[in-house]
């Protein structure tokens, strides 16, 4: 009765594998993904090859996942793969019986899955989908928050990340180079006024101030899947989602977007595109950084959601932060946040701790205090401020 995980040669992946073992106690796990030398290397760099079972299997070739789901007895799958591939996966889930959670569908993909409740409603099994950082641990930070209010008026969450370094060079992406190319070239959509809303690409601007040493950072909308579900989940007007991204780092992005490395399409007279060329040399760096991780704290990950509204009649505003530093034995700081939710939502899944059926985001499954809790045993931490109003008249 085991847990698949596709794509656990990723940069998230492999420390979804590891937090199965080390945290979850889970024991039946199978890592894959589409090159056996891939997924053996970076489970070798976790030392936790001899733990599991490791398979060759692409998430694009339904059929096989679904021959897997079966011949293997798989009770639940955490998809780590390109979120490209979420909807065929499920696909496979849906028939083979298997519980499902991903890291998230990037707006477009997110929605199409929701789509499908009804048919895991009928089938009675539980997807619980976009269970990373964010959308993941802010989704459920949401949902902490419309919990303490009666009425909730808006959720504005912020990402941003950084390093001690005296040398301000561009940061490495701590999440797959694809995806933030997919975050410079596409309009993003806010849940502004009860409804969707497209925003101009890097719309949005806004000062905000995060924990130190960050402190005041500008942050900029992104297209990502909170809005499309948290408004409608949690009865919320408005639900945005921006990143502050470090100087260094959005120059650098910039500077790819403006080369033209978002380009999908193969490079005349060479048979690969920009965007595949930089995925291999983004995906050899992260090798890299995994067989050698730096000994000392030095890079973080924080997120700020601030969700108000009022109670007993009076405004309140409860304001989330999290945040995560970088680990000798568990990796960058964007790894380790987004690699342990799916972990902690797939043993849940497995145990029927979430059991609900149907297709549902993060906030709608997940006990927010209980999660928190287990992210503050891997040092993933969660405060929780509350700002209320009292009359004296
Ligand atoms: N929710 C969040 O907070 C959050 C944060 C970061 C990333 N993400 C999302 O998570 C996904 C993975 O991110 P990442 O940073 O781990 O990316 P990554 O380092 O590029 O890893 C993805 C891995 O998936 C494997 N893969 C790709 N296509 C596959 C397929 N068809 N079948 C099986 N395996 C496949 C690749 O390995 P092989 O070449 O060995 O197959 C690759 O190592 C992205 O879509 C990203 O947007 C979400």
Redesign the pocket.
């Known amino acids: 009765m085991s847990i698949l995980v596709?794509?656990a040669?990723?940069?998230?992946?492999a420390y979804t594998v590891q937090d199965l073992i080390e945290f979850c106690g889970e024991k039946d796990i199978i890592a894959?993904?589409?090159?056996m030398a891939?997924?053996k290397q970076a489970m070798d760099d976790l030392k936790i090859s001899g733990k599991l079972k490791l398979m060759e299997?692409?998430?694009?070739n339904t059929a096989k996942v679904l021959e897997t789901i079966k011949k293997e007895k798989v009770e639940s799958v955490i998809n780590?793969?390109?979120?490209q591939?979420n909807l065929g996966v499920m696909d496979a889930c849906l028939k083979g019986g298997a519980t499902y959670t991903d890291?998230?569908g990037?707006f477009d993909t997110c929605l199409k899955q929701i789509d499908l409740h009804k048919k895991w409603k009928d089938a009675g099994i539980n997807a619980t989908v976009?269970l990373?950082?964010?959308?993941?641990m802010t989704n459920v930070a949401g949902a902490a928050g419309a919990k303490r209010l009666d009425s909730v008026e808006n959720i504005d969450i912020v990402c941003a990340w950084g390093n001690t370094l005296p040398v301000k060079e561009a940061g490495w992406p701590g999440?797959?180079i694809?995806?933030v190319l997919d975050e410079f070239t596409q309009e993003s959509v806010q849940w502004i006024n009860g409804k969707y809303e497209k925003q101009p690409i890097l719309g949005g601007e806004t000062e905000v101030t995060m924990p130190d040493p960050i402190g005041k950072v500008k942050a900029y909308f992104i297209k990502h899947s909170e809005p499309a579900t948290m408004g409608k989940y949690l009865k919320a007007k408005r639900v945005t989602f921006r990143i502050g991204f470090p100087a260094s780092d959005m120059n650098t992005f910039l500077t790819l977007r403006g080369l033209g490395f978002a380009d999908a399409k193969p490079l005349d007279p060479y048979n690969i595109s920009p965007l595949d060329y930089l995925?291999r040399m983004?995906?050899k760096g992260?090798e890299a950084g995994r067989g050698a991780p730096p000994k000392e704290k030095f890079e973080y990950d924080m997120f700020r959601v601030d969700c108000t509204g009022t109670k007993d009649g009076m405004p309140r505003t409860v304001t989330y932060f999290i945040v995560t530093w970088n680990d000798p034995a568990r990796g960058v700081s964007?790894a380790r946040d987004?690699s342990v939710p799916p972990a902690i939502v797939a043993h849940w899944q497995h145990t029927k701790k979430i059991k609900d059926s149907g297709v549902f985001p993060a906030e709608a499954t997940v006990d927010p205090e209980a999660f928190f809790k287990e992210l503050g045993k891997r040092k993933i931490l969660v405060d929780e401020q509350i700002t209320s109003a009292t009359k004296y008249y």
């Not at 040669?9 to 992946?13: F, V, Y």
């Not at 894959?32 to 090159?35: E, G, L, Q, V, Y």
């Not at 299997?57 to 694009?60: F, K, Q, S, V």
């Not at 780590?80 to 979120?83: D, K, R, S, V």
């Open positions: 596709l794509g040669s990723g940069q998230i992946g894959s993904s589409r090159k891939n997924v299997l692409d998430a694009t780590c793969a390109w979120y591939t890291l998230g990037f976009g990373g950082s964010t959308p993941g999440y797959s694809r995806t995925t983004y995906q992260v964007s987004t």
